[in-house]
Structures are given as structure tokens and as C-alpha cells.
């Protein structure tokens, strides 16, 4: 039985500007800029974090084990949401969400909180000092940062059985959802002399199965650190995608992502088709190929390309949602929408490109790249070309490119709006911004799984919170409503 | 007048041609050409002036 999919994605988005052109000191001016607009004081509680879990269940003494920072900047917004400094990036982590719709509306209110931040930041620094910010996943330089989704999965699914069954889907699922590229930067991209990519990510992943995330990037990260009962739930983590700035593809990567999870769970490995022979060479060579004509030799010595693999999962995901209905994932209409929308890209891209530009970033992107080039007769190595693919990304109003090009809306500004104040109410994150909303001054620490209070006397006091589908509107609202401090609450929760 | 409304103008005024005959594929093509023209001068507004030096500054560290 497939668990309910919780799901979110964090972002780290691109930086540049600031005082002495220091990414970190211009990121954690950024994250302080929001938390000092009133929006935040609390910081994030670092119990619990395990990034060098290895799912595998091997420790590998050789790997690059992810560091945690706990000196920079970190809050926890009312949303739910983390905001922080990681590396040299600001990252909104969005709060946890129970389907793909809301999820990629807190997506787009993590954009929207960037925005806002960098409004405030930028009122205080000089104008030659202006920060900007990008929501994408390479500099064009040969650095990458990442756009990472997580999904609730059921313990008792053997790691295995994720890496044989979504390998095909990650490795394909670029061409409805890649966010496109000018050229390329690392070493085999740059022999190959693309003009033009699917993928910002694609040629910076080296192994099909690992747990680092800055080098030797693996198509499926083992990351073990569920942020929950680690006995009934998995978070698998998923570093292999790319930031989109269309709404809708954000919402079919979610959702198409959540289904092939939920038929894993239903149904086992088997039904999935055979994953390529060399699965890095198959998503660096798709990633390479805008005619979405290059196939690639698979375990079943079939040859598939990546509008085959895609096919072939959007049947088995439609025949799941047939048979079994989608609730594990959403609603019968959300669930509906997602089918209707990946197949409508998935047909596009390959027949009718133009007609999915307002949904696809890469068709998108590639539309005006070529229409530049051919306006003024460019060559492929004109900075003009690779301009316009970072300013798509630009997310200054009065500069980006994503918001010129028509991309449809699946949540209106006003939505965003609320979006950023208001947490999710179905998961856990509900509890915890509603903490943050209520209870400010007596909280000295929040995380995915707990809260602590500090109510003046005694030691702190930690909240846990180990099922996402817990602590949600439905089971809170009520006691929040009753409780006016910090003191009342906790003396409810022990009563 | 603004980008909106001289965006809408020149729509208004290409629609309200007398329609060429041509097949339907062609006036659709010749729309989508139009559409795309404008967002080009659009873009031609917005993009750094200096795409070279633009380009060549935004480096990042890596992350994740």
C-alpha cells in the first residue's frame, strides 16, 4: 500500500552582487533581509540532521560526507518553510506538502519570498552593491547547485527496487520538464559542443546510485535521513532535477514523480521498464539532443530514447490511477490533471513544440535563443545567447525573461501571496508555522521533525513531531485556538 | 502608450486584416512569427546591455 506522498522541493538559487562580490556574505544579507522585515526570528534546530546516512546501509569511509553549516544564517518562516544560507546560496526549503499542486504553489511563494528579500536587501546596500538573484542550477562555468524534490516513501520498499524503478524516469523526464541550456561546461559536455541542452543538470551527473551531492553527483542520492519515524517512512531525495521557472512543469515533475512512487509501492519493480545499460550516458546524451531522437540501448537489449521511457511510465502510471485511484498522490482531479498535462507536454515536445512553450522551460528558452539568433544572425558562442538563458531565470521583475515569455499560471499572485504567510494545512508544517506565528518569542528552535520552546524556567522543551501527516489543521486548530502562550500549549500537549 | 497596450494594438491591427487566402497552417505560422517578433523586441528592451560582461561575472560556488 503506498503511504500518503508528502512531498517539497528546496532551491538553491543562484547569487551575485554584494558587498566585496562574497556569495556567502550576500546570501546571508538576503536571508536577514527577510527575517528582520518581521517575517522571522527563529532559528533553525540542526537535532536530527543526518545528511551521511546512506540508505544502502553501507558507511563509505571514502565518500564525501555532506557537512552541516550551523554558523550562517537560518530561520524557519510562518509558512513552514526553511530559509537559509547553504554553501554560497540562499535556499528556501519549502514546507512539507500533501500534493503536487501545493507543493509547487509553495515553490512559487519560495520565489516569491527571494523576491522580497531582495527588495529589502537592496534598500540598504549601494547601487553598486545591488544583489541579484536566479532561480537556476549552473553558472555556465562548470559550478552547479541544486534543485532537490523529497518524497515520503514507505520504509519497507527496499532501496533497490527505487533505483531499479526510477532510474528510467530520471534520466528521461527531462524532456517535459528540463529548464534548458545554452552550450556546455563540463569537461564531455564541452567535447560534444551543444548549442543548445534539455538540461541545466544533466552533464553534471557522474554515478547512477551515491550519496554525495557536490561531487560525483549520483542519479539517485541515498541520503538516509528520513525527518521522520524512520521506521514506517523513507524521504527519498531527489537531486537529479532541474529548477523550473513554469508553474506548470514544476507541478508535473511533482506529480508524475509522486505517481511512479506510489505504483512502486503498489506494485514492485517489475512492471517499470528496463532501465538503460549505461543510465549516465543516457541523460547526459538525451540532455544533448532537442530532436528527442537518440536512443540508447537498455537491460532488455531493447533500444529506447527518452520520449519512449516517458511513454511508457505515463501508461503505467495512468493504468495505476485506473485501477487503484491516485489518493496516495492527490485528488481525482489534481490526479487527473497531472496525467493530462504530462501526456500534453510529453505529445508536444515531440510533435508540436511550440505549442507546449508556455509549459515547457527548455521549448521556452530554446524558442527565443534560436528566434535571437536568427534575428541578428548570431553564432553559437554569442554572449547575447547565453545571456538570455540566465536572465530567464533572473528573478527581478524588471529583468526576467521566464515572466516575458507567457508561461501559464497555476496559482494566481494572490494565492502566492498567502502562500508565504500561511503553511500548508495537511501536514505537519501547519503545526510548526502556526508555532512560529503564535508562539515567537518562547520558541528558540524549529526543524522538520520538532519544535523547542523556551518558556523561562526549567530546561527547553521539545515537541516532537515524527509523522508529516500529523499536526496538521484538522488536528491542531482547534488546541492552538485555546492555547494564548507558549505555557498553555505545552501544558495541553502533556495533559 | 504602454508595452500592454501597444503589444495589443499591433495584434488588433494584424487581425483585423482582411484574412489572406491562405491555408490555415500558413496564417497560423504566420501568427506564431508575429508573437514571436514582439517578444524578441521585448527582450531586446530588458537584456543586459553588456551580455559579455554580464555573462562573464555571474560565477558561483557550488552548492548542495
Known sequence: MPVAKVLGIETEYGIAGGPDLDPIVASSIIVNAYAQEGHTRINWDFEGETPEMDARGLANLTAFAPVVETHLANTVLTNGARLYVDHAHPEYSSPECRTPLEATLYDVAGEEVMRRALRVANQSLDVGQAITLYKNNSDGKGNSYGTHENYLVARDVEFLHIVRAMVPHFVSRQIVIGAGKVAAETESGIDADPAFQLSQRAEFFEEVVGLETTLKRPIVNTRDEPHADAERFRRLHVIIGDANMSQVATFVKLGSTALLLAVLEEHGPSCFPASPRQPVGAVRSFALDPTLRHAVLCEDDQQRTAWDFQDQLWHLAEGYVASHGGEAVAGPDEVALILAQWREMLDGVRDDPVSVSDRVDWVAKLRIIDGYRERYQLSQGDARLRAIDLQYHDLRPERSLAQRVGLRELHPIEQVREAIHNPPETTRAYFRGQCVERYADQIVAANWDSVVFDLGEGPLRRVPMLDPLRGTRALTADLLETCPTADDLLEALNR | ?64
Open chain 2, 1 to 64: 502608450m504602454s508595452e500592454q497596450e501597444r503589444i495589443q494594438k499591433q495584434r488588433a491591427e494584424r487581425t483585423s486584416e482582411p484574412a489572406p487566402a491562405v491555408s490555415v497552417d500558413a496564417t497560423k505560422g504566420d501568427q506564431l512569427k508575429a508573437d514571436l517578433d514582439d517578444l524578441l523586441d521585448e527582450i531586446d528592451e530588458v537584456l543586459e546591455e553588456n551580455a559579455e560582461e554580464f555573462v562573464r561575472n555571474y560565477v558561483q560556488k557550488g552548492g548542495e
